[in-house]
């Protein structure tokens, strides 16, 4: 599968985007997906995740109750709502899916098999 992430842009402290992910060759539902991204000088860190139903999700403490994220099968892509954006939210943000069958939503990049470009979100106080 190959994975487009998009979405990013500038935005001011308090502000809304939506990054998109989208899959080709192959149905996204097929995966867990997640989202990390990377801050000048930092590793790289778990954000989001969602299981192949859409049912369970999980999101990093930093990012609980401003970001959600979602999947519409139908367009083969997983959206990334980001609320309320603050300065510290300022990196690259990538999209990431793995095919095998963990029972819960893995936070570990090295679990992760697929991985798009990323799109880079930027927060100006």
């Known amino acids: 599968v190959q994975l487009q992430a998009s979405g990013g842009g500038l935005v001011q402290a308090g502000g809304s985007l939506r990054l998109s992910c989208t899959a080709s060759?192959?149905?996204?539902?097929?995966?867990?997906t997640g989202w990390f991204r990377q801050a000048p000088g930092k590793e790289r860190e778990f954000v989001a995740g969602?299981?192949?139903?859409?049912?369970?999700?999980d999101y990093s403490d930093s990012v609980k109750g401003r970001f959600t994220i979602s999947r519409v099968n139908a367009e083969n892509t997983v959206y990334l709502q980001m609320n309320s954006l603050k300065p510290e939210d300022t990196a690259v943000y990538y999209c990431?899916?793995?095919?095998?069958?963990?029972?819960?939503?893995?936070?570990?990049?090295?679990?992760?098999?697929?991985w798009g470009q990323g799109t880079l979100v930027t927060v100006s106080s």
């Open positions: 060759g192959r149905t996204i539902n097929s995966y867990i």
């Open positions: 990431a899916s793995t095919i095998r069958p963990y029972g819960q939503i893995p936070t570990s990049r090295t679990t992760y098999d697929f």
């Open positions: 969602i299981m192949r139903t859409g049912v369970r999700k």
